[in-house]
């Protein structure tokens, strides 16, 4: 019967064009605006690395004021000193870490006639890559004997890698950064994490790095911090060597851990280690170390950010607007097929026939209804990206996949039949007496 | 196989009780070919209305081919109605977006019969009213007197054992209403049993008995044309 009442669904869809056009309008202006918004909040709050979440976790130690949480209630601060991190990553207690730091680095290529040019760079440490999964388009990443050798090796992002070289393997060749020349190990294929979830800290929708060189390196030149740094107490004396031997906190270390039993182990680890620099004089506060997997420490750091989740209920009392007009539309057009409804119940149609007949109809509109509202959607994520199209990152939240394009339509068919349910019970109850002698 | 023992229909609203019918008692036989007549608001609708399972009755006992169904459910009252009573109406009700061919399928869907079954029944009857070259004309492209004559192909395609028709050829010319009169005799004569209701004496009488309504009550249940004939 199904393919029976949707025929009857078309021919009353095609016998009433206004009303039908009316109610997939309003549909898809509901979905339109909810998907737009749920669109940015699925971008937005998505795991950027699905398969090894689970296994990568953050770490917080909580080297901060004793008078003073760095965050409210009694957050730890959500970054490292060089001296914690440092000594966390020589320890080497878990199978695999990353220490780093956001920088920039100035090129000079080899061309003269070139203008040398600054690039955003990560110093970071050899795991960085077999850790977070990046894909190489050439080579691959540095070894730890290039991190303790302090070699000068780096790692190009795609765009700066065709930029100096054009479409040419430029592994093995060098690259001079601020006067030193490195050795290029790998450039990546196209990668972007979103949320950028290896430094939330800084820039979590943010485009990765262009250059990405030997954290070893980056301490021994001296290198400034392009990113947040933070600090409970003055460094006392100025210059780099004061400034990492501080309180403030300016790094993120990232370990790879495999199961329940390491994680307790790291996180014994880190209470024993806070507990000889609570013996050294540091640590003023009572310990607060903190192990967080990927994604929640996306949810830690509210990536997503409150304001999306009150549009999005907006957008959610919006489609329950939009509804409520389709409940009226939908009523009006059922009451207007009155005697055909009688007809149908003298001719032997049960009530649960009908109630199927104008479901499925229904249901058809919710279809067209989805439809036109992907169409609704992607011009209200033109919209945003006309409005904020300033922002490099809005260019990543305006996508939309496969997943959400099913999903508009899955919400539309269930928003429209949630819709036709009051109009088809009140079809249900039409009385075909009343009905037959009026047609 | 149609039996009425004292039902009534009393339509109620907050300041006024209206009987429809009162104690009404009536039954029809097999083969049976009844006009009923009557003046308005005599109860000559709610009778049939009652007797196609359309309306419920405030009280009494009505069976339908050996089973009472006053207690039936709506389903159970459907499929009743689907497989034993075919409707033939005034105004013809068919379904205007659909061709000749879909409106007599309406009830055979219903019943859940197979393509090809159905395409088998839809056939039949079509050539029987004799517009088997317009099974996929729309409504609107036919004469009311071959609209009256679909309707009752729609009728006839479930081969019930009734067929109830309301005023058949009320809103026909003379010529049309006589054909329409005379393929319901063919069909009476084929064994299928015929309640028509009617205003027109003349039609009345072709029936083979005619009850006048009044008042919600039987006033008169007298043979009609043929049986008078016969007896003379």
């Given at each position: 019967m199904f393919r029976y009442y949707a025929k009857l669904g078309l021919l009353s869809i095609r016998r009433n064009p206004v009303l039908s056009a009316l109610m997939v309008a309003a549909i898809a202006t509901g979905i339109g605006a909810c998907m737009t918004i749920v669109n940015i909040d699925y971008v937005m709050s998505g795991n950027p690395i699905p398969h090894r979440s689970e296994l990568l976790y953050h770490v917080q130690l909580d080297s901060w004021d004793p008078y003073e949480a760095?965050?409210?209630p009694n957050e730890p601060p959500d970054q490292l000193t060089y001296i914690d991190g440092k000594a966390l990553l020589e320890a080497g207690k878990a199978r695999r870490q990353v220490l780093s730091y956001r920088t920039g680095r100035v090129i000079q290529p080899e061309d003269d006639a070139q203008l040398p040019f600054q690039v955003s760079s990560l110093s970071t440490t050899a795991d960085f890559f077999q850790m977070f999964d990046t894909p190489f388009l050439y080579g691959s990443g540095w070894d730890k004997s290039d991190d303790d050798g302090m070699a000068y090796v780096v790692v190009l992002s795609r765009a700066i890698s065709e930029q100096l070289?054009?479409?040419?393997?430029?592994?093995?060749r060098n690259v001079v950064m601020n006067g030193d020349t490195y050795r290029v190990t790998g450039v990546l294929d196209t990668w972007q994490p979103?949320?950028?979830?290896?430094?939330?800290?800084?820039?979590?929708f943010g485009e990765i790095e262009e250059v990405f060189f030997p954290f070893s390196i980056s301490i021994a030149k001296e290198v400034d911090s392009y990113g947040n740094t933070n600090c409970w107490?003055?460094?006392?004396?100025?210059g780099w060597q004061a400034f990492i031997n501080s309180e403030c906190v300016w790094m993120q270390l990232w370990v790879e851990l495999h199961g329940d039993e390491e994680r307790e182990e790291y996180k014994a680890f880190l209470n024993a280690y806070v507990e000889s620099q609570k013996a050294a004089g540091?640590?003023?506060?009572?310990m607060n170390n903190r192990l967080y997997d990927v994604m929640q420490w996306m949810q830690n750091r509210e990536v997503v950010e409150d304001d999306v989740q009150v549009l999005l209920g907006l957008a959610v009392l919006f489609l329950l607007v939009c509804l409520l007009n389709t409940i009226g539309l939908l009523l009006a057009k059922i009451m207007r097929r009155s005697g055909d409804i009688g007809l149908r119940r003298a001719l032997g149609a049960s009530r649960r026939a009908i109630f199927s007949q104008y479901i499925v109809e229904a249901g058809l509109i919710g279809i067209a209804g989805g439809i036109a509202g992907i169409g609704m959607t992607m011009l209200g994520l033109q919209g945003i990206k006309l409005l904020?199209?300033?922002?490099?990152f809005v260019e990543r939240l305006v996508r939309l996949d496969w997943v959400m394009i099913a999903t508009a339509i899955v919400l539309a068919v269930i928003s429209a039949l949630g819709a036709a349910l009051y109009p088809t019970w009140r079809a249900c109850g039409i009385h075909p007496a009343s009905q037959l002698k009026s047609l | 196989m149609l039996s009425m023992k004292n039902v009534s229909k009393i339509y109620r609203t907050e300041s006024i009780e209206t009987?429809?019918?009162?104690e009404f008692s009536f039954s029809v036989n097999e083969g049976d070919f009844i006009s009923v007549t009557g003046p308005s608001g005599s109860g000559k609708t709610t009778f049939l209305n009652i007797a196609g399972l359309l309306e419920e009755f405030s009280n009494g006992v009505y069976e339908l081919d050996g089973q009472?169904?006053?207690?039936?459910?709506d389903a159970q009252r459907s499929r009743l109605r689907n497989e034993k009573i075919g409707f033939i109406f005034q105004s013809f009700?068919?379904?205007?977006?659909?061709d000749v061919f879909d409106n007599v399928d309406v009830p055979l869907r219903y019943r859940g019969f197979k393509a090809a079954e159905r395409r088998k029944r839809i056939e039949r009857v079509i050539d029987m009213i004799g517009l088997g070259s317009r099974a996929?004309?729309?409504?609107?492209?036919?004469s009311g007197g071959q609209q009256q004559r679909v309707a009752i192909a729609r009728a006839l395609a479930g081969e019930p054992r009734f067929l109830l028709a309301d005023?058949?050829?009320?809103?026909?010319d003379s010529q049309m209403a006589e054909s329409v009169m005379q393929l319901l005799e063919e069909i009476n004569r084929a064994g299928t049993t015929i309640i028509m209701v009617t205003h027109e004496k003349n039609l009345a009488k072709r029936a083979r008995r005619n009850i006048f309504m009044h008042d919600g009550r039987v006033g008169s249940n007298e043979p009609g044309l043929h049986l008078a004939a016969a007896s003379a």
């Open positions: 760095a965050e409210e070289f054009a479409d040419e393997d430029p592994v093995g979103t949320p950028k979830f290896y430094d939330v800290s800084n820039d979590s107490k003055p460094t006392g004396e100025t540091r640590f003023p506060r009572p904020y199209g300033e922002f490099e | 009987h429809a019918l009162r009472n169904v006053t207690n039936l459910s009700n068919l379904i205007p977006e659909l996929h004309h729309l409504p609107s492209q036919l005023e058949p050829t009320g809103n026909l």
